[in-house]
């Protein structure tokens, strides 16, 4: 599929969460827990980078020695250097760990009250870790990382979008939706994201939706779903000046205490029987 994608100029592949079959090693993967099919998977996989000389995204699963890692790592081609003079470690530029991590399939939330369910249901909340902060792959147009559905949370959406000319990348699994409408609603709630923001998306699913959003929250580039395919599309970085992006969640804030104390209001007047003003 990579090599049918670089038949034209192409400056970046982006693949979507959890894309390899194994666990990468090598420059900020690491190394841990490997085993002989994700080293006999691994090498060719670099080799075939840099035979294609284009920078890579991908989602992955990770281990450490505290547990699982859900992230995104960036290859870059090695220079002066022959396909098969390179390992992963030479090619492996950057990696996001995940910070959102999805209640009871990823992270069991409330562990010490809920742990007794995992008698019944052994896969519930497998183990991973959280990752420490936002991240800004540098590539041919900076790339403001998140995965999956921390592209629907505005404040963790917010913090990743640091610089002025940086682009949303969102890596996306919907393959537990099967068929159904959820994968177009995780869509539709990315979406408000480039709107709040004022920034492009680029989101890269397996099932799901892939697509490109301008700022404006139009879809100007779409993959058919659930099939092999290739979304080939030309993005021109640009950062609006948003209300949300500068003041955050004070609108909405307001909005809510303005709601509240309309219902105080309401209360008062009609069971204390204070007389509206």
């Not at 010490?112 to 519930?124: A, E, F, H, S, T």
């Not at 609603?185 to 099932?207: D, F």
Request: proline content about 8%.
């Amino acid at each position: 599929l990579l090599r049918e994608g670089a038949e034209e100029k192409t400056d970046l592949f982006i693949l979507p969460e959890a894309a390899l079959p194994f666990r990468p090693w090598g420059g900020a993967a690491g190394v841990y827990k490997m085993s002989e099919q994700d080293l006999k998977m691994g090498i060719p996989f670099a080799y075939a980078v840099q035979e294609l000389g284009v920078p890579l995204v991908t989602g992955a699963v990770l281990a450490s020695e505290k547990g699982w890692f859900n992230s995104a790592l960036l290859y870059e081609p090695a220079k002066g250097k022959a396909a098969g003079e390179v390992t992963p470690n030479d090619l492996i530029r950057a990696r996001y760990d995940k910070r959102g991590l999805l209640a009871f399939g990823e992270k069991l939330p409330f562990e010490p009250i809920l742990g007794w369910l995992r008698k019944y249901l052994p896969g519930l909340g497998t183990g991973f870790e959280a990752g420490e902060g936002p991240m800004t792959f540098e590539t041919v147009v900076p790339l403001e990382m998140s995965i999956c559905y921390e592209a629907i949370l505005p404040p963790m959406t917010r913090e990743a979008v640091k610089t002025e000319k940086g682009v949303l990348l969102n890596l996306t699994n919907d393959a537990w939706f099967g068929k159904g409408d959820e994968r177009h609603q995780h869509w539709s709630l990315a979406v408000w994201r480039t709107i709040e923001n004022g920034v492009w998306l680029l989101r890269a699913t397996n099932t799901g939706r892939t697509s490109i959003v301008d700022p404006a929250g139009r879809e100007t580039a779409r993959a058919p779903e659930s099939e092999r395919a290739i979304l080939r599309a030309a993005v021109r970085p640009a950062s609006l000046p948003t209300f949300y992006r500068t003041t955050g969640h004070f609108f909405p804030t307001v909005c809510a205490l303005w709601v509240l104390s309309g219902l105080a209001l309401s209360y008062q007047r009609r069971f204390m029987g204070i007389p509206s003003p």
